[in-house]
Structures are given as structure tokens and as C-alpha cells.
């Protein structure tokens, strides 16, 4: 879960679940500052790009967090 502090907008990319993820099967939400995604289990999801150079975000991750990153090159 990401949430803006301060009513920041910012964007978040996600792509489903899976082991075949490219950079085509990834979208772009773009979030208005009132309300913050809520991102499941195993769902895909790159870094929080804020519209403006400075944001504040609350994030909360569940009890077991893995790392897993994906080199598109």
C-alpha cells in the first residue's frame, strides 16, 4: 500500500502476476492525491515517480516482504 501525505499525485506501474513479465505487460496508474493504491501479493509493481520534486509517502508491506527485481536488459 502506498498513500500520499500530503496530497501529493504521482504514478506507479504494475503488471500481473507471473513469470513472464516484460516491460509491454506493464501499465502506468497515475493516482490524483486523494486515494492511495493497494497493491496485492505477487503483483508486479516498479518504483512511486511523484508529478512534483518532492512527495511524502506512507507505505505499509505485509509481514514477509521478498524482493524479487527483473533486468530488462
Known amino acids: 500500500m502506498f498513500y500520499q501525505?500530503?496530497?501529493?499525485?504521482f504514478v506507479?506501474?504494475?503488471a500481473l502476476p507471473g513469470d513472464d513479465v516484460t516491460p509491454e505487460t506493464?501499465?502506468?496508474f497515475r493516482r490524483d492525491g486523494k486515494t492511495g493504491p493497494y497493491?496485492?501479493?505477487?503483483?508486479w509493481h516498479g518504483a512511486?515517480?511523484?508529478h512534483a520534486?518532492?512527495?511524502e509517502l506512507f507505505d505499509r508491506q505485509g509481514r514477509v516482504y521478498a524482493r524479487v527485481s527483473v533486468d530488462f536488459a
Not at 5 to 9: A, Q
Open 5 to 9: 501525505l500530503h496530497g501529493e499525485s
Open 12 to 14: 506507479v506501474p504494475v
Open 26 to 28: 506493464f501499465n502506468s
Open 39 to 43: 497493491v496485492h501479493p505477487g503483483v
Open 48 to 50: 512511486v515517480v511523484p
Open 53 to 55: 520534486d518532492h512527495a
